[in-house]
């Protein structure tokens, strides 16, 4: 999990921040539902100890280990906030070794807690700019920005940083003490939605017919896209009468058209809705 930031004065020094940790509260819910998506497949995976320096299978799972309430941490590699753990809980799970080392609290931090936080401070400069122009020209102009790309603002106003640790809070406050199972139990559906929107992706071919540049290289661009999605409110995988609406929102959010057609293999959008993206965008040149 996050190690402290700059700690809770931030936010008296910059409303942004404020802002964010306020859309942060605001979603509350949506990340506790994430994080029980996320912990679903948790049971079947093999329970690891170090032994001599290694880190080696125990020949048990985690879920056998959670029902016969032993624990599934290790309390010398666990830090100071995952301490103290009831045996098969979701907090004793993030406790637990990786079959490389990590602990399960890390993972979860680089798959789920970082691009949360970050989406969620984007939707607070989206506020901040709508409410207060002005005020948010000055803060682009100290931080030497132009607006054009609201993830580049986040990071360079670093407002994510102390918004980790308390997204770490709620999480825990929320599901520390539920069994793993009962999180599983909960997270099923959203994970199932989760895994057809990735295979949606996969799935659909580039729209301009060649190799779609590789995910990492658009990090940036799909953090913005999918912003754009949820900002719109349109149903996923998006239909084809709503192509128009899905290229005005990622229009909007500041992407360029050839990013947009880079983008449409990795959206969950079906393959007639990307063709017509890109018929509409080669029309308009």
Same mark, same amino acid.
């Given at each position: ?39 679903? *497949? ?52 993030? *406790? ?45 102009? %100290? &931080? ?55 295979? &949606? ?16 290289? &658009? ?14 409110? &349109? ?5 084809? %009468? ?44």
């Amino acid at each position: 999990m996050p190690a402290a930031g700059k700690g809770h004065g931030v936010y008296d020094a910059d409303p942004v921040a404020l802002l964010a940790r306020e859309v942060l509260r605001e979603r509350t819910g949506e990340l506790v539902a994430e994080a029980c998506a996320w912990s679903v *497949g948790m049971s079947d995976r093999p329970h690891h100890v170090r032994r001599h320096g290694r880190v080696v299978p125990s020949g048990a799972s985690l879920g056998s280990r959670a029902a016969a309430d032993l624990p599934l941490g290790v309390e010398e590699d666990a830090p100071l906030e995952l301490g103290d753990a009831r045996a098969g809980s979701f907090q004793d799970a993030l *406790g637990a070794l990786t079959a490389d080392g990590r602990l399960y609290a890390q993972v979860l931090e680089d798959e789920l807690l970082v691009p949360f936080v970050r989406e969620t401070c984007v939707r607070a400069a989206e506020r901040a700019r709508a409410q207060s122009p002005a005020q948010w020209q000055e803060l682009l102009d %100290e &931080l030497g920005e132009d607006g054009t790309d609201l993830v580049e603002v986040v990071r360079a106003a670093e407002w994510d940083a102390p918004l980790l640790t308390e997204a770490e809070q709620l999480l825990l406050a929320a599901l520390a003490d539920v069994p793993l199972v009962e999180t599983e139990a909960e997270g099923l559906p959203l994970s199932l939605v989760r895994a057809a929107e990735r295979e &949606l992706r996969a799935a659909v071919p580039p729209a301009n017919g060649e190799l779609a540049p590789p995910e990492e290289d &658009l990090a940036g661009a799909l953090f913005l896209a999918d912003v754009a999605l949820r900002a719109a409110g &349109l149903p996923v995988p998006v239909p084809p %009468e709503q192509a128009d609406g899905l290229l005005t929102a990622l229009v909007a959010e500041g992407l360029e058209p050839q990013e947009v057609l880079s983008l449409l293999p990795h959206l969950p959008v079906q393959q007639d809705t990307a063709d017509a993206v890109a018929e509409r965008l080669r029309r308009t040149g």
